[in-house]
């Protein structure tokens, strides 16, 4: 395994247009979050999935935003009618958490997605 | 809520220390320490656990206060290999059986030779 891969690494798309990223995570994590990062700024949460199943979406999260991890395994997050603001990099972690260590095992980070909206 | 880093920059000389602060409102959980190089993902340094456990890493350790909900990062040495943004995320119960990874907006450290 080679860690937490996300496709593409760069999208450039016109303002109004849907896209759709994907993250797979290390094979035997069954958590898998979404961050947002700007220039200067830290990782901004936008959700994560315990397994197959989504716990928490950011209250700051716009309905034009979507993600989904159906199987438990790979994860995709789809923007639609995308704004020059959701310009970003869109960062994918993992991590294995159980009930006796929770969310004490470190998270994995994939490279992310450059988003561009012109 | 996101965890308040301090402080936002330092620049170092090669082989001087730094601390790094991190604090939260909420009640944590765990710290956890990353560093991100300019065009890299963020990279794991350490989590730190209720009880004011001390962890090191070569020449970088971190304390947690879980009754002041602070933690902080030592730099000993520093190395140019240091140099990069480093984050603190902080893991909360956010409710409804539900625990959340926030990150401060991140320190800025660069050494120089």
């Not at chain 2, 290999?81 to 539900?98: K, V």
Request: glycine share 8%; aromatic share 10%.
């Amino acid at each position: 395994d080679t860690g937490v891969s996300q496709n593409p690494r760069h999208k450039i798309t016109k303002r109004g247009q849907n896209v759709t990223f994907r993250c797979d995570p290390i094979s035997e994590h069954n958590r898998l979050y979404w961050y947002r990062q700007t220039l200067g700024q830290g990782p901004e949460f936008l959700t994560y999935f315990q397994n197959e199943a989504q716990l928490e979406k950011s209250r700051l999260l716009s309905d034009r935003f979507s993600a989904e991890r159906p199987k438990g395994s790979f994860s995709t997050l789809e923007i639609q009618r995308t704004e020059q603001g959701d310009s970003a990099m869109y960062l994918c972690a993992s991590s294995l958490a159980s009930f006796t260590t929770g969310l004490n095992t470190e998270a994995f980070f994939g490279q992310g997605t450059r988003l561009t909206v012109v | 809520q996101q965890p308040v880093q301090s402080p936002q920059a330092v620049i170092l000389r090669e082989g001087e220390d730094a601390v790094i602060n991190c604090s939260s409102s909420k009640a944590l959980y765990s710290v956890h320490w990353y560093r991100q190089k300019h065009g890299e993902a963020p990279v794991f340094l350490m989590i730190l656990l209720k009880g004011g456990e001390q962890k090191g890493h070569d020449k970088i350790s971190a304390s947690f206060n879980e009754k002041k909900q602070q933690s902080s990062l030592y730099l000993t040495a520093s190395q140019l290999s240091y140099s990069g943004t480093y984050f603190c995320g902080t893991a909360a119960y956010s409710g409804a059986g539900s625990y959340q990874l926030t990150f401060g907006k991140g320190t800025k450290l660069s050494v120089i030779p």
